[in-house]
């Protein structure tokens, strides 16, 4: 397993701002600024029914779908977005141990 934490290529910061950018009819994306020198970072496609907030649990997960033009069983979208938050949490666990193992948590 590869682990990196983003860094400005610009100025080296860590400190970086996620900008979620959602359009009509477009896939949603994240833009990446650096919070020290402003500068884009990255963008990034989220992939279809990909968004997931943790702390907003199901109803995030439905928005998604719903943005994506999805509709399914309720059944195998609940049992979708639990798999999801259990690999998002497992994942989670794994990177920052990752980062923690290689002196880079901070």
């Given at each position: 397993m590869?682990?990196?934490r983003q860094t400005c290529q610009i100025c080296g910061s860590r400190k970086l701002r996620n900008i979620l950018l959602?359009?009509?009819?477009?896939?949603?994306k994240v833009i990446v600024q650096c919070t020290e020198c402003k500068e884009l970072v990255a963008r990034y496609i989220i992939a279809k029914g990909g968004?997931?907030?943790?702390?907003?649990?199901?109803?995030?997960?439905?928005?998604?779908?719903?943005?994506?033009?999805?509709?399914?069983?309720?059944?195998?979208?609940?049992?979708?977005y639990l798999e999801i938050k259990e690999s998002c949490e497992k994942e989670?666990?794994?990177v920052t141990g990752h980062l923690s193992e290689q002196g880079k948590d901070d």
């Open positions: 590869e682990v990196h959602r359009e009509p009819k477009t896939a949603d968004y997931y907030h943790h702390a907003k649990g199901y109803e995030s997960y439905l928005r998604g779908l719903t943005r994506d033009g999805d509709f399914m069983n309720a059944r195998i979208m609940e049992n979708e989670f666990d794994t």
